[in-house]
């Protein structure tokens, strides 16, 4: 079936670099995404990369795809307290036509 | 500026109310969906449509029901609003081929008391 998988807490102290890691289980995904949401609002698309990418950089984040190992990073280079949030992973299932969110890693931001 | 609108951002309301939590987008999206957030973060979806006069029922089963007369609006309604019904609810938009992602709101706060 389809499920993604992330870790559920990541502390990190300022100005260090965040990875924050995800796992999917359908080998037909065509695009993988990192979405944000921050206390109180909607969930922002951060970030999105195809599934024939390895790599794809954008500012100070880095997103990386495994696809063998069906494994999706973000690396959030110099954290900064704004980066504080709620990340989510997600997969586009082309046969279903639908996004499958992963449960949100919660970023915290240590002085 | 193209973008999708949640109204109310937060609402109280007693148990037994009828309530609709609205949902609209401008930016003529055919296809549109409802989750309902945990305090836990996790996100379920609750309702989607993929145009004018269609909907369909999502992962998990809820008291809600909506409707899509228009495209870019996108109602969700509770007959009678119950304690279990307190939550974060997020409505999203995707153009019909969903690739580059959805657009979401910026969420209703519900807490039935």
């Known amino acids: 079936g389809e499920d993604v998988e992330q870790s559920l807490f990541l502390s990190v102290r300022e100005g260090d670099s965040s990875v924050i890691n995800c796992t999917y289980t359908?080998?037909?995904?065509?695009?993988l995404y990192w979405y944000k949401q921050e206390p109180g609002a909607g969930l922002q698309l951060l970030t999105y990369?195809?599934?024939?990418?390895d790599m794809k950089q954008d500012q100070r984040l880095t997103v990386l795809l495994n696809k063998k190992d069906k494994h999706l990073s973000l690396r959030i280079a110099d954290t900064q307290t704004g980066d504080s949030a709620i990340y989510f992973c997600?997969?586009?299932?082309?046969?279903?036509?639908?996004?499958?969110f992963g449960k949100g890693t919660r970023l915290h931001i240590l002085p | 500026e193209a973008d999708i609108y949640q109204t109310p951002r937060y609402l109280v309301i007693g148990t037994g109310k009828k309530i609709t939590l609205e949902c609209s987008q401008t930016?003529?999206?055919?296809?549109m969906y409802w989750y309902q957030q945990d305090p836990g973060m996790e996100l379920h979806l609750i309702h989607y449509?993929?145009?004018?006069?269609?909907?369909e029922k999502g992962d998990l089963s809820s008291e809600s029901t909506v409707s899509r007369i228009r495209t870019e609006h996108f109602p969700l309604t509770l007959e009678s609003a119950r304690p279990s019904h307190t939550s974060q609810y997020l409505c999203?938009?995707?153009?019909?081929?969903?690739?580059?992602?959805?657009?979401f709101g910026s969420g209703t706060r519900l807490t039935v008391v």
């Open positions: 999203a938009s995707s153009e019909s081929w969903t690739n580059y992602g959805y657009t």
């Open positions: 359908d080998s037909s995904s065509t695009y």
């Open positions: 990369i195809f599934s024939n990418m």
């Open positions: 997600a997969e586009s299932i082309n046969r279903d036509d639908k996004i499958i």
């Open positions: 930016m003529g999206h055919d296809k």
């Open positions: 449509s993929y145009g004018v006069n269609s909907t």
